[in-house]
């Protein structure tokens, strides 16, 4: 599902940035241009980089 349709940037790539260490819609706007043209997909993106993060702890806990 696309999170930002001004510049084509679904989940999946949210998640990708995340897991190479973007914390913030700030990181993953710098990254990938995401809420840098209309701002519509600032709220999406940022439930979506809080869901990776929660799943990367998760996953750091359940691999010790
Ligand atoms: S939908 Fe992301 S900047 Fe417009």
Redesign the pocket.
Known sequence: MFV????AVNEKAIQQAVSEGAQNVRDVRRSLN????????VRQAHEVIEQAKALAVDSQFYAA
Request: hydrophobic share 15%; glycine share 16%.
């Open positions: 930002c349709i001004c510049h995401v809420g840098s043209q209309c701002g519509q997909c």
